[in-house]
């Protein structure tokens, strides 16, 4: 184990650490505007939803580490206290990269990555046309982290209005989560796609108490062959199924083969009983693998 103080490591360093360990990190695509109505545009993947009630993000355009200066678009929301964060998906990643470019102060983001503005309904910073999701938003606070460069400056905001393309929604009007085809921040250049091949389901446990991997009886906890993943689900059970309900699986096919081929082997029995329930639970199938297990 690499164990490291922070005190020990450059700021930059420290940040590479990080960045790659606290990843991916969702993106919001920020448009501000000055005083003078100059307005601009710039990713932040430091970002995340905070509260629902009242609705609060919070970003943090950092101070420059290599010159310790503050961006403009922490300077913009200091003199104007409004935004629009715009989520940013697969199709609109690189030209977002191309505006996180450090242009002058005043030159307008959607014009040199090429977005199309929108007229905003309640803040003065336009949306972006292209993203998938735009929230417009007022700056309720802002909390610097520090004076010296990397430090943060927390820009908290509140969701007033939230418009979204009808095209990622799904039939109930909710947005679909393969559809939105989100991008995300990881260390250095890795970027990664939310899609279709990478989504999976975890169960919320909000409704049930499951009976936690300290009751799982001790010979499959220790199993050599379930993994931690599989326990978790196991774990995550109300009850064990009843004795009734166990005799009855004693039917299934793949079951019956495995008790029939090791009869008087326990260990073989107890490893290929760990496998199938593996399968099981792969399938999603929890109770059939405790019955497995159970038999
Ligand atoms: C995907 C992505 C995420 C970024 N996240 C952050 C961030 O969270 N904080 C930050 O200070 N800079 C971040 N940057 C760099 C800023 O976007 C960049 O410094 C930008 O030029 C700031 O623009 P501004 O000075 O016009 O506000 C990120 C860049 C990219 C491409």
């Known amino acids: 184990m690499l164990t490291l103080n922070p005190s020990d490591l450059s700021t930059a360093e420290l940040q590479n650490y990080l960045q790659y360990a606290i990843?991916?990190?969702?993106?919001?695509?920020?448009?501000?505007?000055?005083?003078?109505?100059?307005?601009?545009?710039?990713?932040?993947?430091?970002?995340?939803?905070?509260?629902?009630?009242?609705?609060?993000?919070?970003?943090?355009?950092a101070r420059?580490?290599?010159?310790?200066?503050?961006?403009?678009?922490?300077?913009?929301?200091?003199?104007?206290?409004?935004?629009?964060?715009?989520?940013?998906?697969?199709?609109?990643?690189?030209?977002?990269?191309?505006?996180?470019?450090?242009?002058?102060?005043?030159?307008?983001?959607?014009?040199?990555?090429?977005f199309t503005q929108l007229a905003s309904d309640l803040v003065k910073p336009p949306r972006v046309a292209e993203s998938p999701v735009q929230m417009e938003c007022i700056v309720s606070?802002?909390?610097?982290?520090?004076?010296?460069?990397?430090?943060?400056?927390?820009?908290?905001?509140?969701?007033?209005?939230?418009?979204?393309r009808e095209d990622i929604l799904d039939e109930n009007g909710k947005i679909d989560q393969a559809k939105i085809d989100l991008v995300a921040r990881l260390g250095g250049d890795w970027y990664c796609r939310v899609g279709e091949d990478n989504l999976f389901k975890v169960e919320k446990p909000v409704r049930t108490l499951g009976i936690g991997v300290d009751s799982i009886p001790l010979a499959i906890r220790s199993s050599h062959i379930l993994t931690g993943n599989n326990l978790g689900q196991l774990g995550n059970v109300e009850h064990l199924p009843a004795d009734d309900e166990i005799a009855q699986f004693q039917?299934?096919?793949?079951?019956?083969?495995?008790?029939?081929a090791t009869i008087g082997d326990s260990t073989n029995r107890e490893r290929e009983l760990h496998q199938y329930a593996r399968r099981l639970l792969e399938e999603g199938r929890v109770i059939e693998a405790w019955k497995a297990l159970l038999s």
């Open 64 to 114: 420059r580490v290599r010159d310790n200066t503050t961006k403009h678009s922490l300077e913009n929301v200091l003199q104007v206290p409004e935004c629009v964060i715009n989520i940013v998906n697969y199709d609109m990643v690189r030209q977002t990269s191309l505006a996180s470019v450090e242009y002058p102060k005043g030159v307008n983001e959607f014009i040199k990555a090429g």
């Open 251 to 260: 039917s299934d096919p793949e079951l019956k083969q495995i008790m029939d």
């Open 141 to 164: 606070r802002v909390i610097h982290l520090g004076d010296n460069g990397g430090a943060g400056n927390l820009v908290i905001v509140e969701v007033k209005r939230i418009h979204i």
């Open 23 to 61: 990843a991916p990190r969702p993106i919001c695509f920020v448009s501000t505007i000055d005083k003078a109505g100059n307005i601009n545009l710039s990713p932040f993947s430091f970002f995340n939803m905070f509260s629902t009630n009242p609705p609060i993000c919070v970003f943090s355009p």
